[in-house]
C-alpha cells in the first residue's frame, strides 16, 4: 500500500514535470516521465504506471512511445511481476487515440503512429506480468483496448463512466486485432453488437457484460487493484506465464503475420477523404459539447 500513498505524493508535483526526471529513494524508484508516472515497490515487485498526459491522456504518438519504453523496461527488470495501469487524470483512464494524430497529417506520420499503436498493445498484450487495469475515469476506443489488454480490470463505480470501443460513432472502424481483443473478453455475440453500435458501457454494465471484472469505489480503485495484485502473484510465474501465452498467442500471432499489410490498411483507410472529414466533425462537435 505504500506504493499508493508515495504516488498520490508525488502526483501533486506534476504540474512542475515538463522534462523527464528520475528520482531514486530507498526502496521505491520513481520515474516521472512526461507523460507517465512509474514506480516500482521493490519488495513487492510492483509497479504502478500511472498515465498523467491531461486532459484526457490521449494516446498521442509521444505518449505511446513513452508508454512502450516505459513497459519494456519493466518487462526487462527481474524485480518487477507485475503493473497496475490507471491514471493520474480525474475523470479520465484514457480517451484513446489521439484523434489530432490521424488528422490532417502526411502518410508516413500514419504509418509511424500506427506502428507505435501497434506497438503498444503487442507490449501489454504479451507482457509475462501481471497486468491489472484500475480504470479510474471515462475508457473509450484506445483507452478500452489498454484496458482489455490486461489480466483483470477493475473499474470506479461511478455512473458518469464509461467503457467500450466506440470507433463506430466516429465513422471508423475497430481492426482486427481489436475486435480479437474484446471478442476474447467478452465473447464473440457481444462484441458483434458492441462494435457495431460502437457501444460505451455504463461501469454496472460493464461488469455485466464482462468487460470488467469488479467494479469498487472511486476511492479504493487502487487498493482492490492492489489486493489483487497479491492473489495473483502468489500462482507461480512460470506456470501463469505459460498460461496466458497459450491463451494470447494465436491472437498476437495474428498481427504480428500482417503487421505491415495492417499498417498499410490504416493509412490507405484514414487518407480517404471521408474519413477525414468524419473525424474532423467528430473533434469539432467534441468542442461544441464543451460549449
Ligand atoms: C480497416 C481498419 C483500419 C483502421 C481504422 C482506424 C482505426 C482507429 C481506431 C481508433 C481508436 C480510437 O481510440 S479513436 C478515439 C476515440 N475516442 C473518443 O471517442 C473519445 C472522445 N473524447 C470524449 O468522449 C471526451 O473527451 C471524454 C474522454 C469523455 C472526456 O470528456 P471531458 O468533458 O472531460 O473533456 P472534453 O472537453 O471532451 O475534452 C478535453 C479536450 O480533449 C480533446 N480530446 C478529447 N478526446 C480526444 C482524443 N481522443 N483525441 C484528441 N483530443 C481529444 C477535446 O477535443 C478537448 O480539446 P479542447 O477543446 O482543445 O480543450
Redesign the pocket.
Known sequence: MMILSRLLGCQEQLGFLHQSKEELTDSHPVVCNRNILVELEEGVGVAVMKMKSP??N??SLDFLTEFSISLEKLENDRGCRGVILTSAVP??FS??????E?CGKSAEHYAEFWRAVQEMWLKLYKSNMVTIAAING?C????CLMAVSCDYRIMAENPKYSIGL??TQ?G????FW?KDTIANTIGHRATERSLQLGLLYSASDALKIGIVDELVPEEKVLNAAAATMSQWLAIPDYARQISKSMMRKPTLDRLLTHRESDIQ??VS??TKDSIQKSLQTY?ES??Q??G
Not at 473509450?140 to 483507452?143: C, D, E, K, L, V
Open positions: 486532459p484526457v490521449s494516446l475523470k479520465i480517451a484513446g487515440l489521439d484523434i489530432k490521424m471515462n473509450p476506443a484506445g483507452g466506440n470507433e466516429l471508423i472502424v475497430a481492426p481489436f490498411n490504416f483507410f484514414v473533434m467534441l468542442k459539447r464543451k
